[in-house]
């Protein structure tokens, strides 16, 4: 258990930076010259990462279950970081409607950065608190979910 508070301790900074240049990019200055051509599109895969995200809240902290045992249905099968998933998601306009000037730049780089830092740190802080039946999650589901159908392809050849 002692581990597993290390990397909980370890990934905290993490977390709060992601949180804060995420919420950092929700006031960046929108360009007026940048209009996407599929603003539909943009707007419903935003959408959809706020419905993901939203669904992993509830159901990793506001349901005993995701407390106690290692989730791994719904989205959780497609990917070991959903949350993080509809975060990037949301994320995804301000590639398209955003000024690129220096502040873009560096939210993004922290943003992005974050998400991967804090997501070892989760990784580690799951082996440690389920052991062999999170490494044979991991083994078997990407980090990233748009790996998943090639982690399928290369899994049956």
Excluded at 65 to 93: E, I, Q, S, W
Aim: proline letters at 4%.
């Amino acid at each position: 258990m002692e581990l597993v508070k290390y990397y909980q301790k370890c990934g905290l900074p993490f977390q709060v930076l992601l949180i804060s240049a995420f919420i950092y990019r929700l006031f960046l200055r929108e360009a007026t010259d940048n209009i996407p051509i599929f603003p539909i599109f943009i707007n419903t895969v935003s959408a959809l990462g706020s419905i993901i995200f939203a669904y992993c809240l509830l159901r990793l902290y506001c349901k005993k279950d995701g407390r106690n045992r290692l989730v791994t249905t719904g989205v959780f099968k497609y990917t070991r970081h959903p949350m993080y998933t509809g975060l990037a998601l949301m994320d995804l306009r301000h590639w398209f409607t955003t000024t690129h000037d220096v502040h873009f730049w560096i939210s993004a780089i922290a943003l992005y950065s974050a998400l991967m830092i804090a997501s070892y740190f989760q990784e580690r802080e799951t082996v440690a608190r389920f052991g062999a039946e999170a490494e044979d999650y991991y083994a078997r589901t990407p980090r990233l979910f748009f790996l998943y159908p090639l982690k399928r392809i290369l899994k049956h050849s």
